[in-house]
């Protein structure tokens, strides 16, 4: 085994514990989260020993692993009664509940095969996601007020690497994506943990001054893509390095470049094409525009999983409507490896980004005390699901709409328009 892989992989474990979730001494730890996926992939199992080795030694109180594996979820596409598809073992939700509940940490370690359900009924496969994302929800609704530690992080699988890099021999294909993995999460730095220290100083200082502009909107101008957004009032601009309601700052993605907050969900009025291909639960949606009115997506088109796509749109009342605006500059070290990675953490992170469903109540002020009613009345959305999608590219200009119809740049050709300290 090359010697320097696992200094990188003990790194990645350490900076994931330590800027990602920011764990804390007496905290239970939850790896593998049921929600995006069935658990943690089983060629995790190098990095997820090391992760649980190091919570201990940090204090952590009791650590547990959900498992899962692809393969086990096709054969139940292939193989069983589709009047079964609607079971969900309770158990899965009762534990992720109890965390979230207790004020324990959560990761979800993302790493599946963007085409695993390729060919499977549609029908069947929106039938089992509405069913997780139901059973789910209670606690998802913790992360969505940002009431605990969580974090999210990408491992390497076979499957997956040879969809990112088809022209790599097999043998090399898993070597290189761990490559590009510790390149976006700075783990090539001489001091990771400094440098992440800098990168999170400057997206905050972005944060900072898009909150003193207080925007009535933003209108999004690309090839494909004219479309306005409303910005609701008390709307708050923030990256994935957050704090939790006891006061523990945490790191939400690892990698991440994006600033984000929420638009309101009844004023999208345009149209918005994805500039990127999207996996999502094992369904890969490409070449797709959506067309809104009034903030509901009135229109689909998709070269592929225009069928699925659709399914998502009608999960629920909130399904397609917008829950997330976010901003990353083009030049970002993501994009600048110059990889489609068909995995939302880091695709999303590489280019500007909406996301369908539901938006995080932090993003509101006073958003995390607020009932659903409160938050929906005000403009937030409500919705089990919450999907990103990307649109920017280096042909992408976005506008500030101030106050009495002031237009001012955001970002011109992929880049950001202002200066921060």
Not at 20 to 44: C, H
Not at 51 to 72: F, N, P, S
Not at 196 to 208: A, K, N, P, T, Y
Not at 389 to 399: A, K, L
Request: charged letters at 25%; hydrophobic letters at 45%.
């Amino acid at each position: 085994m090359d010697p320097n892989f696992e200094s990188k992989l003990e790194a990645y474990a350490e900076l994931t514990l330590k800027v990602g979730l920011n764990l804390q001494s007496g905290q239970r730890l939850l790896i593998g989260v049921p929600v995006y996926n069935t658990g943690v992939p089983l060629e995790a199992a190098p990095l997820v020993r090391l992760l649980v080795a190091k919570a201990y030694q940090m204090g952590a109180r009791y650590v547990d692993v959900i498992w899962g594996d692809d393969e086990v979820l096709l054969a139940r596409f292939e193989n069983a009664r589709p009047d079964t598809l609607m079971e969900y073992p309770s158990w899965k939700a009762d534990v992720l509940l109890d965390y979230v509940q207790q004020g324990d940490a959560i990761l979800t370690v993302l790493g599946n095969d963007p085409d695993l359900l390729k060919g499977q009924n549609p029908e069947w496969v929106s039938r089992v996601r509405k069913t997780v994302l139901e059973c789910t929800d209670p606690a998802m609704e913790y992360v969505r007020r940002s009431a605990i530690n969580w974090s999210v992080i990408a491992v390497p699988v076979k499957d997956w690497a040879a969809k990112v890099l088809p022209d790599i021999a097999p043998a090399e294909q898993v070597k290189k994506l761990w490559d590009a993995i510790f390149i976006t999460c700075r783990l090539d730095q001489l001091n990771p943990v400094a440098a992440w220290e800098v990168h999170l100083r400057q997206l905050v200082s972005r944060c900072e001054f898009l909150n003193e502009k207080r925007y009535l909107g933003l209108r999004f101008i690309a090839p494909g893509t004219d479309i306005t957004l409303g910005l609701p009032e008390g709307h708050v601009w923030t990256s994935a390095h957050m704090t939790n309601q006891k006061g523990v700052p945490f790191t939400a993605n690892l990698p991440t470049e994006e600033i984000f907050t929420l638009p309101h969900k009844e004023k999208a009025e345009g149209i918005v094409r994805a500039s990127m291909p999207l996996s999502y639960g094992g369904t890969l949606f490409e070449d797709f525009t959506l067309t809104f009115h009034e903030g509901r997506v009135v229109q689909v088109q998709a070269k592929k999983g225009e069928e699925m796509l659709r399914k998502l749109l009608e999960v629920d009342e909130g399904s397609c409507r917008l829950g997330e605006v976010a901003l990353v500059p083009h030049p970002s070290p993501i994009a600048q490896i110059g990889l489609l990675f068909y995995n939302i953490l880091l695709d999303e992170n590489a280019a500007t980004h909406l996301a369908l469903g539901s938006a995080y109540k932090f993003s509101l002020e006073s958003g995390r005390s607020m009932s659903d009613e409160d938050f929906a009345a005000i403009g937030g959305n409500r919705s089990m699901v919450h999907i990103d999608f990307m649109i920017g590219s280096q042909e992408m200009d976005v506008d500030g709409i101030a106050p009495k119809g002031v237009i001012e740049p955001v970002i011109r050709q992929g880049k950001w328009a202002f200066k921060v300290g």
